[in-house]
């Protein structure tokens, strides 16, 4: 983190430089350069400027092909903004994760989309929505080989049943990681 502390001005000249011209190319790297630093705004306390960042990134790339990169941005959008308390935009990205991911038959990202979109329903009370989502995600991750797929649907589920005061289930759930 202290490497790109010193070096965070660069890389913010680095996405501004992938925002200008007409290349696909520089709009693919702004995603990825923006989603490999999802980490480094909350440990900084920076999660505004993080979705910033995002937000940037991911209208430039808008009039691209859909790929795994904006997959990937899109799952980190998500998080971000739930993160920062704005879960109605958090599941409108989640909502454009699930499409664009089903479209490019990204199911690791379906997955993602499909987590998040349950794990916010939840936090909102939402909980049928959030136990149906969550509950896709577990499928799609089973149906591709499961493994690291299913951490995030499973937690979610543990979490949820512990919502609902449903504390055994919550058990099983939480046993299964």
Known sequence: MAMIDLDRDNFLRALDWCQGGSDADRATTGLRLASALRYYWPARGLNALGVEVMRVALARAASCAPDLAQSRAL???????????????????????????????????????????????????????????????????????????????????????????????????????
Request: net charge negative.
């Open 75 to 177: 799952g980190v959008i998500t998080q971000a903004c739930w993160r920062i308390g704005q879960p109605d935009e958090a599941l409108l990205h989640a909502q454009r994760h699930r499409q664009l991911a089903a479209s490019i038959n990204d199911p690791a990202g379906l997955t993602v989309a499909h987590a998040n979109s349950g794990n916010i329903e939840r936090s909102l009370g939402h909980l049928d929505a959030a136990q149906a989502q969550l509950e896709t995600a577990l499928r799609i991750a089973d149906e591709h080989g499961g493994g690291a797929l299913r951490v995030q649907p499973v937690h979610g589920l543990a979490v949820l049943a512990l919502a609902r005061s449903a504390a055994v289930e919550a058990d099983q759930r939480f046993a299964e990681l």
